[in-house]
């Protein structure tokens, strides 16, 4: 019986856990995406960032969106003011500094390029061979980034809309 009753335990809690993202590193991608071609999915955020923090905890957990996210694409979680540097391409990208205690990783800033200014969240999707075939800034709900997600997942080639379009349409 006491078994029974912690079975069932441990799966109410399995099941009441939210939904988490398999996030892997721009270093682990290449390896990653010849052994298995996809997608990739960069979140782009601030340790500040209010927006950042809600996005991550609502849309980036709703079970649909992380399954999606999960099954098809590789996923990055990118702190664009961490000050680690990353190898991505062949490249080495770092943490450039603006002032006294603020900067921006060059790599941030050049997925963000286009962005008239560095806007928090952000998020892109390249393709297998690494080019941007989306790029959004500010918050999704997981109802929109479904459906972008959907969209590119499918191969779709209408998933760019114009810079600061709805991404649910």
């Known amino acids: 019986m006491r078994c029974l009753l912690l079975l069932a335990f441990s799966l109410l809690l399995a099941h009441a856990a939210p939904a988490q993202v398999h ?3 721009f270093e682990k991608l290449d390896s990653a995406v010849q052994a298995a071609p996809r997608k990739t999915f960069v979140f782009i955020h601030t340790s500040w960032c209010a927006y950042c923090n809600m996005m991550e905890h609502t849309t980036l957990q709703d079970k649909p969106v992380v399954q999606l996210l999960n099954s098809c694409f590789y996923s990055i979680s990118l702190d664009a003011e961490q000050k680690q540097s990353i190898l991505f391409k062949g490249k080495t990208y770092a943490f ?4 006294v205690s603020s900067g921006q990783h060059e790599l941030a800033a050049l997925l963000m390029k286009g962005e008239k200014a560095a806007l928090y969240p952000s998020f892109v999707l390249l393709d297998e061979q690494y080019r941007i075939i989306y790029r959004y800034g500010g918050y999704v709900s997981s109802k929109q980034l479904l ?4 969209r590119a997942c499918a191969g779709q080639k209408d998933i760019t809309v114009h810079p600061g379009a709805d ?3």
């Open 23 to 25: 996030y892997t590193t």
């Open 96 to 99: 450039e500094p603006q002032g």
């Open 147 to 150: 459906r972008l997600l959907q």
């Open 167 to 169: 991404p649910a349409k």
